[in-house]
């Protein structure tokens, strides 16, 4: 069994399968990565409040990293790199780790569980990144709770932009979306919501070009890409909701995904691949929170457990 990825989703799966003992390797990513690194995008938070079992909260890492140790204690192993590619056209199922042009995989695997989870999409700016967790921000469900009584700024113009700054009016005492265009893509019932909120106001034609703060959020540089002028807009909380992407080239050709490149599944946590799962983000662009991701990772690993169960058989 190998589980590629290792957020909330592939170690759950990690712990149901050690359990049954299938003696899981995860294949859990790299470090030096931001979307690939082990554990996930709760890496990239601080505080999770939202996550049942911790009433006094517990932060990203941590959280992640009592996962790891539980899988770790029934037998899950770890394999600290990336997966560079995967056969999944003829069984045992091949996966490559290191040069992908190596004739013979490094494994093989009876069942593979596919848990690489989807990041956000950023702006790409240094302040960003280093901000990120202390005033930055990809998630209002996880994180709005801190802005209380606050002026929060959100960027972008689709629906998750304005689901983020709609969300975020029950804490924030002013909400500004921070706009490129002059007009929203976001459908019209969002946009319809977000105009008639009193709480939320709108920069038009705005880039940001710079996070302001050495510590947390004190600011954010505001470019109006009309006219070139450049102004401040002094917000403690910067949401950026400009999209997600799913952790999905890997599996291109091999694996059915939708058109934003989604992983299908179908009964449960299955692929078109008999014997490949899928769970987590990976699969999920409705819900993504470490909740419903461990959840599916739990049925993804009792999927597999059935179907390794019903082939030995045969
Ligand atoms: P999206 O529709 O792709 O919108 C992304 C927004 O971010 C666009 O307004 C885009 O500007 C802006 N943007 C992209 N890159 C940027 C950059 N580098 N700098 C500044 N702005 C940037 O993504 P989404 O809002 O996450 O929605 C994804 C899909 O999920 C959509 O199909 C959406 O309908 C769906 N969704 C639905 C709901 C709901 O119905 N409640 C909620 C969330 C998402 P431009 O407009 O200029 O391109």
């Known amino acids: 069994m190998v589980i590629v990825g290792s957020g909330p989703a592939g170690l ?7 359990r049954a003992n299938l003696h899981p390797l995860v294949i859990e990513g790299e470090p030096s990565s931001d979307s690939d690194q082990p554990g996930g995008q709760l890496m990239l938070t601080t505080e999770v409040e939202n996550y049942p079992g911790f009433e006094d909260g517990i932060m990203g890492p941590e959280l992640m990293a009592r996962f790891r140790g539980q899988a770790a204690r029934f037998g899950a192993g770890y394999l600290t790199a990336k997966a560079s590619r995967v056969d999944f056209s003829a069984r045992p199922f091949g996966i490559w780790v290191g040069d992908p042009e190596t004739p013979e995989p490094t494994y093989r695997a009876r ?33 709005g709770f801190f802005f209380r009584g606050q002026h929060i700024a959100v960027v972008g113009g689709g629906d998750s932009a304005m689901e983020e700054a709609i969300f975020l009016t029950k804490f924030g005492e002013r909400v500004t979306v921070i706009h490129r265009r002059k007009e929203l893509r976001a459908s019209k019932i969002m946009q319809d919501r977000a105009f008639r909120n009193p709480r ?21 540089r505001i470019k109006n890409v009309a006219t070139a002028e450049e102004s401040t807009l002094p917000v ?11 952790n999905t080239d890997l599996f291109r050709g091999q694996l059915d995904m939708d058109e934003n490149g989604y992983l299908v599944t179908h009964g449960g946590a299955r692929t078109n691949v008999e014997g490949v799962f899928a769970c987590g983000d990976v699969q999920d662009h409705v819900y993504r929170q470490a909740v419903t991701a461990a959840g599916s990772g739990c049925m993804a690993a009792i999927d597999a457990e059935r179907w390794l169960d019903a082939t030995s058989d045969s």
Do not use: K, N
């Not at 759950?12 to 050690?18: D, E, F, M, V």
């Open 236 to 246: 403690t909380g910067l949401f950026v909701a400009i999209g997600h992407a799913p």
């Open 111 to 143: 069942s593979v569980i596919v848990a690489t989870g989807a990041r956000s999409l950023m702006l790409g700016l240094p302040s960003e990144a280093r901000l990120l967790g202390h005033g930055v921000s990809t998630c209002a469900t996880c994180d």
């Open 12 to 18: 759950t799966a990690a712990i149901y399968t050690a």
């Open 200 to 220: 939320i106001d709108f920069m038009w034609d705005a880039q940001v070009s710079d996070v302001l703060g050495e510590r947390s959020v004190e600011g954010v």
